[in-house]
């Protein structure tokens, strides 16, 4: 079976906290005018025109809500202030904790768009025995159609861990479609890899791909393995991190450095604040270099920069992309969240790097040639420094 691969983890933007709020608008007439007036009074006049006029069904009112407040938030022309709906808003916030109930397996489409799932070893679905070639039809009592998007169907199957789940597929060679009913079980969504060179165990490599609640524990663990199997420098990879949370990148650059500023954050009243080291971290000393791409973003910038600034890690391989804003998840009632710029954040040294990025140190251009030349240059400069 010809067959694509269509289940990725969200990257996710920069986020401080979950805050609750209430509807945008809740209905129509909710906000009203210190004359007693509806400060939506076109708002509703449009409203009640399309409903009287329009030759066709009107979308839901949750609906025309959303699609209210996602002109709202384009209107401000900020590209990280962004309205996003229930069904992503869930899948992000599955990333940025690190871990969801789910059943241990891999959405795919095969060419005729039909939903397969590939069960993980030893997974619930694994175990229930469901198979690639099962076609889902159902999940619980809501229908899978070919239009619908794999991130709904996503998040129809994930869900509190051991809660029951019921899949139905329809399986060639049956006339009747079968069911299984699985409990949810408990996944991490590592945020850190790690590795030492296999021609150069010496040399031991840390990828964080995204900033989480769970990173700084993850790196801490990796960092520990690594020394232990005798790694004399390491080589920290920020490369297609495009962020993450905020306190999770402030406290990994904390974990490298022995003092120093990490960032400074303006927020909208004007106030300044210092994020500082507070004690030096168990990696401040271990010769260390830094990679970074156009994908490094956001709260991976944060690291990248405080690092260099603080003359503890040169940066190599290409300009990074350039956000030096900070947002804030605000909670809708309805499963929904605004991303709200709520702060700008500068380098220690006052930098904004919004729209410019981090220029590396040495710049390397990857090709296409299979071998990866950034992490080879950054190898040969690590080396230089283990001789210091």
Do not use: C
């Amino acid at each position: 079976m010809v067959r694509k691969i269509v289940f990725t983890l969200l990257l996710v933007l920069l986020a401080l906290s979950l805050i609750g709020i209430g509807y945008f608008i809740g209905y129509l007439d909710r906000a009203a005018s210190d004359d007693g007036g509806s400060n939506y009074a076109l708002l509703e006049e449009a409203h009640e025109l399309l409903v009287d006029n329009y030759f066709g069904e009107i979308p839901e009112l949750v609906a025309l809500q959303r699609g209210m407040i996602r002109g709202m938030v384009d209107k401000i022309e900020d590209p990280f202030t962004t309205f996003v709906e229930p069904v992503a808003n869930e899948l992000q916030a599955d990333d940025l904790m690190g871990r969801f109930g789910g059943i241990g397996a891999m959405l795919t489409r095969d060419e005729s768009g039909n939903v397969h799932i590939i069960p993980f070893p030893e997974g619930p679905a694994a175990e229930a025995g469901i198979l690639e070639s099962f076609r889902l039809i159902a999940v619980e009592d809501t229908s899978i159609s070919q239009e619908m998007s794999n991130e709904k169907i996503i998040s129809l199957i994930r869900g509190e861990i051991g809660t029951p789940v019921k899949l139905t597929f329809q399986i060639d060679g049956l006339d009747e479609p079968k069911e299984f009913t699985l409990s949810r079980a408990e996944f991490e969504i590592p945020s850190v890899t790690s590795y030492k060179l296999p021609s150069m165990q010496e040399i031991g490599v840390v990828f964080i791909q995204r900033f989480s609640d769970r990173t700084v524990d993850e790196l801490e663990s990796a960092y520990e393995t690594l020394v232990d199997e005798g790694i004399e420098g390491l080589v920290l990879d920020l490369r297609g991190n495009t962020g993450g949370l905020l306190d999770a990148a402030i406290d990994v650059a904390r974990f490298f450095l022995d003092n120093g500023i990490v960032l400074i954050q303006t927020e909208r009243d004007g106030q300044i604040e210092e994020y500082k080291v507070r004690k030096p971290g168990a990696a401040s000393e271990i010769p260390l270099v830094l990679l970074i791409d156009e994908r490094t973003a956001s709260a991976s910038e944060v690291v990248a920069a405080a690092l260099r600034e603080n003359d503890r890690a040169q940066l190599i391989g290409a300009r990074s992309y350039g956000k030096g804003s900070v947002q804030s998840v605000l909670a809708l009632s309805d499963g929904s969240s605004l991303h709200v710029t709520i702060a700008r954040w500068l380098t220690p040294s006052r930098i904004s790097i919004d729209a410019i990025g981090l220029k590396p140190d040495i710049l390397v251009q990857a090709s296409d040639m299979g071998n990866d030349e950034v992490l080879e240059v950054g190898v040969s400069l690590l080396l230089d420094l283990m001789k210091e």
